[in-house]
């Protein structure tokens, strides 16, 4: 597997990012219709909203059928919560899973991912969900983005649907749809912000009003329609407390300073409607330090166990985000830690971090005995061998007391790795309510004629909560119906 530095990465794109600011604005003709902006506007068939994996699918979708395409990113730099993912893609891939001996369907997935979200999640948009996460997965291989052969069950996914794409993180789907989309034609402005919708007397969606990089208002018509695909409101603290008053400043985050809900608040002002928006989800396994899903060795968890400082493990480590994360919290100092064996442990994790340097770094404990593993971590030394000796014996028998499902390899080689994990805000599930179209929809049930949504921004998908792996293929898979739909101004 292919590995880079994720920083240099995210340092290479920062470049991409000043230069794709030249020509940030031209002039055109305002439309002239009933909001009133000043300066002058833009004109294409499609605006965007958002430079994460949802918009950039939008964007390339918007431009493979025939539309001229602008897209509005308001930080320095494309990728978002996307880049920042681990990467896991969740598709039914009867190819690469049954090599592997695992059995999946299509109608598994849907009935995990329905589930999995206590039946909130909206049944006709999780059948598209499902039924075409291979076929968006088959069309980011066409324009470049390499996938392992690797299909793996991470932390809440619940089983083994789990593709790893062969660059670190997220960081595959953004350059694969940024090249593309700039291939095809798409300008991409970046550190301009989307501040309003802009109707026409008929109420239709013809437009956004920004700012650019030094403040001056900017307009941009569409003649076709907005896709809005500004991601979620995990960073905005007054929205999330609004939603969920545990989350209070306090509370750690794995997402992006963007994540502001910006698209929410500004459909809003048009009557949209919002689902779900209570249902803000806690990745089960970020770092203490940061709040980040990085600086670990392992996310897939056939071969791992989850134990408390008293050397326990005290949940089935193939349960429900949400499930996780509740007995985290119960649990003394509220974390957990991740343990692991040599064979488990890559030279580089799924962000591309050396995991000796994670080591060095005092984000991870490595020793050559358990006992030993448990004095440097804290951990209760003799309940952990107890615990080891007990889970390698049902990993013989496929069978434990907390009633695990997804087996992989016992823990008996050393050296092993503790990896100190708490919950960490991480997706808000609720958002825009949309049709299967993509259309946004007013609080009446009605059409924002105009308007499309897609990826972190919608809700209605995953319910009370998202099984992990299934966010990648919710923003590309719904990412392109909204580009499609957008284009044909439907
Ligand atoms: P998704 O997974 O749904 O694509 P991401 O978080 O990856 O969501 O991407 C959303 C992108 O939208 C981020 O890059 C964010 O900076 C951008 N964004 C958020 N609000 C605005 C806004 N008001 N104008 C332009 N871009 C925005």
Redesign the pocket.
């Known amino acids: 597997m292919r590995q880079k530095n994720f920083g240099a990465l995210l340092l290479v794109l920062f470049l991409v990012a000043a230069l794709a600011l030249t020509g940030c604005q031209q002039a055109g003709e305002p439309a002239g219709e009933a909001d009133e902006v000043a300066g002058e506007a833009r004109e294409a068939d499609v605006v965007v909203?958002?430079?994460?994996?949802?918009?950039l699918a939008a964007a390339v979708s918007a431009a493979e059928n025939g539309a001229e395409v602008i897209l509005?990113?308001?930080?320095t730099m494309?990728?978002?919560?996307?880049?920042r993912s681990g990467g896991y893609y969740n598709a039914v891939d009867p190819e690469r899973q049954e090599p592997l001996g695992i059995e999946d369907s299509i109608d598994h997935h849907y009935q995990q991912t329905i589930e999995g979200g206590d039946n909130e999640g909206d049944p006709a948009l999780v059948r598209i969900l499902v039924e075409n996460a291979l076929d968006a997965l088959h069309w980011l291989e066409d324009y470049g983005m390499e996938f392992t052969d690797k299909v793996v069950a991470i932390q809440g996914a619940m089983w083994e649907r789990s593709h790893v794409p062969a660059e670190s993180g997220g960081y595959g789907y953004i350059q694969t749809l940024e090249k593309a989309a700039r291939d095809l034609g798409v300008e991409i402005l970046l550190e301009?912000?989307?501040?309003k919708l802009l109707t026409d007397e008929e109420g239709r969606v013809v437009g956004v009003k920004?700012t650019g990089a030094d403040g001056e208002e900017l307009e941009f018509r569409a003649r076709n329609g907005v896709v809005l695909?500004?991601?979620?409101f995990g960073a905005n603290v007054e929205m999330r407390v609004k939603y969920d008053p545990r989350l209070t400043e306090s509370f750690p985050t794995t997402n992006?300073p963007?994540?502001?809900g910006?698209?929410i608040l500004?459909a809003q002002e048009l009557e949209a409607g919002v689902t779900g928006m209570e249902h803000i989800q806690l990745l089960p396994l970020a770092d203490p330090k940061s709040g980040s899903s990085q600086h670990k060795v392992v996310t897939e968890i056939q071969s791992t166990i989850m134990v408390n400082r008293e050397g326990k493990r005290f949940v089935n480590e193939d349960n429900r985000r949400d499930v996780l994360s509740a007995a985290i919290m119960e649990q003394t100092d509220g974390i957990c830690f991740v343990i692991n064996d040599a064979r488990e442990a890559p030279e580089y994790n799924n962000y591309g971090e050396k995991v000796e340097d994670l080591v060095e770094q005092g984000y991870v404990y490595k020793a050559d005995t358990l006992e030993e593993l448990a004095e440097i971590a804290g951990i209760d030394a003799e309940a952990l061998v107890q615990t080891v000796k007990e889970f390698n014996e049902a990993v013989a028998k496929q069978s434990d007391s907390f009633g695990r499902k997804v087996w992989g390899n016992t823990i008996e080689v050393g050296p092993f790795y503790a990896t100190p994990r708490c919950p960490s805000i991480h997706h808000t599930m609720g958002g825009l309510t949309i049709n299967t179209e993509t259309q946004v929809l007013k609080t009446d049930g009605t059409v924002i004629p105009g308007l499309y949504a897609?990826?972190?921004?919608t809700g209605g998908i995953h319910g009370t909560n998202r099984l992990g792996g299934n966010?990648l293929a919710d923003?590309i898979v719904f990412?392109r119906i909204a580009g499609r739909n957008a284009a044909q101004g439907l």
Do not use: F, Q, R, Y
């Open positions: 909203i958002g430079g994460g994996g949802a918009g509005l990113e308001k930080m494309l990728g978002g919560n996307t880049i301009t912000k989307a501040e920004a695909a500004s991601g979620g992006h963007g994540a502001t910006d698209g500004m897609a990826g972190e921004v966010a923003i990412g």
